[in-house]
């Protein structure tokens, strides 16, 4: 198979889809690669690493989605890659489909079958694609909601470990999954006063059992949600349905509830966001105000550490991409349900609920295409 590995074109994105690993992998396979030139200097690749890898470099992405049968990216596909789409061609990357109408009916138009790596399962119910973006994403939104709280950013001025005498800031994680679970550990380790809310008894129980004296936990009612919001300094959204969009948790009327120049994190932003009032932004112009409140909502976090990002992602995302490869689409998704709960659209149809929920527009069984 051909696989080939475009430039990430998303505004600040610098991760790439294939590392020169992951290449050598694949060519020792017996499949061609082919990247776009300079497709992984934003993550510390060059041409000469993919080249020594046994790949071959072309100058432009048309030439790239021309060549390839498979497209290997990080993010979902631009309105100018869309186009580029053929029909029978496979797209390997996130997609984030729910909150987003467009690339939706564009990927449908093209014919093309896309696999997205956020809805792609694994026996014990996670998400083994999205988990590394995640664990990276939840460790930086302390760091970047520490950034967001200094006064010459907007925030209240408070600084995440205090010092003697003046108490550290309250920081709410909502969600207590993979994203939350990270941003807790590195909130409390910057010497905040953590709590995280989330609604599944089991996950409070264990998250008290491994980090009971590290950062505390709590039921995530309506209630109780908005009560401890008020207190805080920060809050990370880190709730997530797969595939579907994200629950709004605060809404526009509360924000006046909330401390002047608190900030919100939005890491569910890719989904839509989880605050009435998230919109995404980008590592360039990452926060805005509204109601005196302060939002941080980029939609590629993991983009701002592109190399760990980008190695981190390519070793979840090799077996897939060769077992595709080796296999095909279609044998591939067959002999592994958990790939194949990653199918999003095949050849005009969508084939994933959440979306279609989300959308309004019908659903045709993914398992019936691999019959």
Known sequence: MKIGCPKEIKPQEFRVGMTPNAAR???????????????????????????????????????????ADMIVKVKEPQAIERKMLREGQLLFTYLHLAPDPDQTHDLLASGATCIAYETVTDRNGGLPLLAPMSEVAGRLAPQVGAWTLQKANGGRGVLMGGVPGVGPAKVLVIGGGVVGTHAAKIAAGMGADVTVLDRSIPRLRYLDDVFGGTFKNSYASAGNTIELARQADMIIGA???????????????????????????????????????????????????????????????????????????????????????????????????HLLNGLNVHAGKLTYAAVGEALGLDVVSASQLVQ
């Open 25 to 67: 992998e694949a060519v020792s396979h017996g499949h061609e690669v082919i990247i776009e030139t300079n497709a992984g200097a934003g993550a510390g690749f060059d041409n000469a690493d993919y080249v020594d890898a046994g790949a071959r470099i072309v100058d432009t992405a048309a030439e790239v989605f021309a060549t």
């Open 239 to 337: 709730v997530l349905i797969p595939g579907a969009a994200a629950p709004k948790l605060i809404s526009r009327a509360q924000l006046s509830e909330l401390k002047p120049g608190a900030a919100l994190v939005d890491v569910a932003i890719d989904q839509g966001g989880c605050f009435e009032t998230s919109k995404a932004t980008t590592h360039q112009d990452p926060i805005y105000e509204v109601d005196g409140i302060m939002h941080y909502c980029v939609a590629n976090m993991p983009g701002a550490v592109a190399r760990t990002s980008t190695i981190a992602l390519g070793n979840a995302t090799m077996p897939f991409m060769l077992a595709l490869a080796d296999k095909g689409w279609k044998q591939a998704c067959a002999d592994d349900v």
